[in-house]
């Protein structure tokens, strides 16, 4: 039996012998409304997911720092055809950190926690910068469940990113690592950096294993090597490169029209051919 603090509250929330376990969550938003959140118990920490709209499942992954609320243009642009599924990140958003270290292994089982308790068994994923390298671990772990991809800003290790982000981020992870040892707040401010700098390590040989449609998207001015962004492209057999004239790292933000045209037109694609 496992016995967890909801930080907002105090409440005390149990869990008995389901690893996963699927609740409702009532808030006062101080209008007076209380408003309900569904969060699933994955062993130590609880996930925030949402659902929007009807039709074949989306999951959307958000990248680093950030949450599902990141996502607002293509919320408002593929609710009308697709069911989004909408997931915090532990320690993102209204997830809880959990206490553990955090690697792409340990995400991925929260996804994975999310749909199955929400009886889905198939989705295509949508993921940006962390996101698509935790889709991309989706995928390689539990290939069944993946029907597309749409990896936008992704990487297979941390030397993809271009040198100066990356030392950076080295910087800010050993500086958090020691205050971490003084102050809550920056120990998780490591555990972000920490997917960043450390993270992730995905095995080049194992992308070949893949037979999903893949649409690979970067910025031509993004944080991501573009050699590196075209190396992922060549190990992934019949995966889709595009390369957005002008658009940086958070190009899905700031062109959300040009990126959501292109995903919308892989997505039609890639569900007309499974249907076939």
Request: charged share 25%; with cysteine; net charge positive.
């Amino acid at each position: 039996m496992l016995l967890v603090r909801d930080c907002r509250n105090g409440e005390i929330h149990r869990k008995v012998n389901k690893v996963y376990k699927n609740y409702d969550f009532y808030i006062d938003g101080g209008t007076g409304m209380k408003k309900k959140e569904h969060y699933v118990w994955v062993e130590d920490a609880h996930i925030f997911y949402q659902v929007i709209g009807q039709g074949k499942p989306l999951v959307l992954l958000h990248g680093n720092g950030e949450n599902h609320k990141y996502f607002r243009s293509q919320i408002q642009f593929f609710r009308r055809e697709y069911q989004l599924i909408l997931i915090d990140t532990r320690g993102h958003g209204k997830s809880s950190p959990g206490y553990r270290r955090w690697n792409f292994g340990l995400l991925a089982k929260d996804v994975e926690a999310v749909l199955e308790c929400l009886g889905i068994e198939k989705a295509a994923f949508l993921g940006f910068s962390d996101g698509a390298n935790l889709a991309l671990e989706v995928a390689l772990r539990s290939p069944k469940r993946v029907t597309s991809l749409i990896l936008v800003s992704g990487n297979l290790n941390p030397q993809g990113m271009k040198k100066g982000f990356y030392l950076r981020t080295k910087l800010m992870y050993w500086l958090y690592e020691k205050i971490g040892k003084i102050n809550q707040r920056a120990c998780l401010k490591w555990q972000l950096y920490g997917l960043m700098a450390c993270h992730p390590h995905i095995n080049e040989r194992e992308l070949s294993r893949l037979k999903v449609p893949v649409l690979i998207i970067a910025g031509e001015k993004d944080l991501i090597k573009e050699n590196h962004t075209r190396h992922i492209h060549n190990l992934i057999p019949n995966s889709d490169l595009v390369l957005v004239p002008g658009a940086g790292h958070m190009g899905i933000y700031e062109k959300p029209e040009t990126y959501n045209r292109m995903i919308g037109k892989f997505l039609k694609k890639t569900v007309a051919k499974i249907e076939e």
